[in-house]
């Protein structure tokens, strides 16, 4: 186990965050379970469809009748019957016969293929000539065709999307059961912090981490909580992570976790009786001085107070953690979307230690937006960041780089 004063690799921070227990299974309604994971898997009941259907408008055909059709030299079929929407046909289709079938209709018997309308031509209100050939199978969904009864459709641990909603639907499920959103209580600490309401006096700041970290927690799924800005004062700050602890799911902190003020996190911390601080340092820039702990079984994250080490500790580590919580599994990786650039300037890194480098998107130039790590405007003036390894001391202009979307 690290100890207090030990300087952790990321891997080791997602080895510790690993070890939490998922959110346990709740049942919600299936208009309410967009974005939610998924606690078991989803099991087809019945058959889709449960009869073969056509997929286009046109005619029910016996195949075999339509071989040789050509412009020059059509196909001569009888029709006898026409399809309803909704209904199962109650008759049918005889050698060298058709019947008129809509989109979705169910094919009659006898029938195994479907010849599009635009390959047909009305001879009388009982004939048509047919000038295309078609195979059995054609322009058919058959029974089964799309799920089949006991099919597993979608499995567990799998975030649902809008069409994921609309095949539960098709199932007949009313009630989904997936992962309950984790509640992540959201502290702001330091005498400087003042709330997003007052103006700053010299010395001061406003809770901008409160906001932009909350924001990330919404974005990943989960709820957060936030609970106002706490002084330097461990009485205070320990009454409010206990608080927390009573209505929160995990708790995350910023500030507090620098050189200075860590014996009096460390103090708090310890104060209750199950704890653990599992590191208080990340080989990582900006954010080496996260903190990654837990009281009891419940994880109490520490971020760096200065807004940018906060928001990028948050994407690189609460983010991915928190989808862990709800029931994916634990990505390694930063979350949000991620594409490939080319580094348009050269960017030098010390070894042993991974960099996360701010980058603004120029078409399929990735170019490095430096600044410190107080200075909001390179977040927001960037697209995303791209990683360089621990052990590199850097990446040349003109190499391909994983940027990594805000």
Do not use: W
Not at 268 to 290: L, Q, R, W, Y
Not at 294 to 305: A, S
Not at 308 to 322: D, E, G, K
Not at 352 to 361: A, I, S
């Amino acid at each position: 186990m690290p100890d207090f004063f030990k300087v952790v690799t990321p891997e080791q921070v997602f080895d510790f965050l690993s070890g939490f227990h998922r959110m346990p299974a709740e049942s919600v309604a299936l208009e309410q379970a967009l974005g939610r994971v998924l606690a078991e898997d989803a099991l087809c009941a019945e058959d889709m469809p449960p009869a073969a259907r056509s997929t286009m408008d046109g005619f029910a055909v016996r195949a075999a009748d339509t071989f040789g059709a050509s412009d020059a030299v059509p196909a001569l079929l009888a029709v006898r019957g026409r399809v309803l929407m909704g209904e199962t046909p109650d008759f049918e289709v005889a050698k060298g016969c058709a019947a008129d079938i809509p989109t979705g209709g169910f094919l009659p018997r006898g029938a195994d293929a479907v010849v599009m309308v635009e390959y047909t031509a009305r001879i009388s209100d009982d004939e048509i000539e047919v000038t295309r050939p078609v195979t059995a199978g054609e322009n058919v969904l058959l029974r089964a065709g799309d799920v089949a009864s006991g099919e597993i459709v979608l499995r567990r641990g799998q975030r649902l999307r809008p069409q994921d909603i609309g095949m539960l639907a098709a199932l007949g499920a009313e009630r989904v059961t997936v992962h309950k959103r984790p509640a992540a209580a959201v502290i702001s600490t330091g005498d400087e912090i003042v709330p997003v309401t007052e103006t700053p006096a010299p010395g001061q700041i406003r809770d901008s981490n409160t906001y932009g970290v909350s924001a990330i927690i919404t974005a990943a799924g989960a709820v957060p909580q936030p609970c106002g800005i706490v002084k330097d004062e461990a009485s205070l700050l320990r009454d409010t992570i206990a608080a927390a602890l009573n209505t929160a799911d995990l708790v995350v902190i910023s500030g507090g976790s620098s050189v200075g003020e860590r014996d009096h996190m460390l103090g708090v911390m310890s104060s209750f009786g199950d704890s653990e601080i599992f590191a208080h340092g990340v080989a990582i820039s900006p954010g080496k001085p996260a903190l990654f702990s837990r009281i009891g079984d419940k994880p109490v994250i520490g971020l760096p107070g200065h807004p940018v080490s906060a928001l990028i500790v948050a994407q690189v580590f609460v983010s991915p953690f928190l989808k862990f919580l709800e029931g994916e599994d634990l990505s390694r990786r930063p979350a949000g979307q991620c594409v490939r650039a080319t580094l348009a300037t050269p960017v030098h890194s010390p070894h042993g230690r991974e960099d996360f480098v701010r980058v603004k998107l120029d078409g399929r130039s990735a170019v490095p937006v430096f600044g410190k790590s107080g200075m909001l405007s390179t977040l927001v003036n960037a697209d995303g960041f791209f990683v360089i390894p621990m052990h590199s001391e850097g990446v040349p202009d003109g190499e391909t780089v994983e940027v990594f979307l805000f």
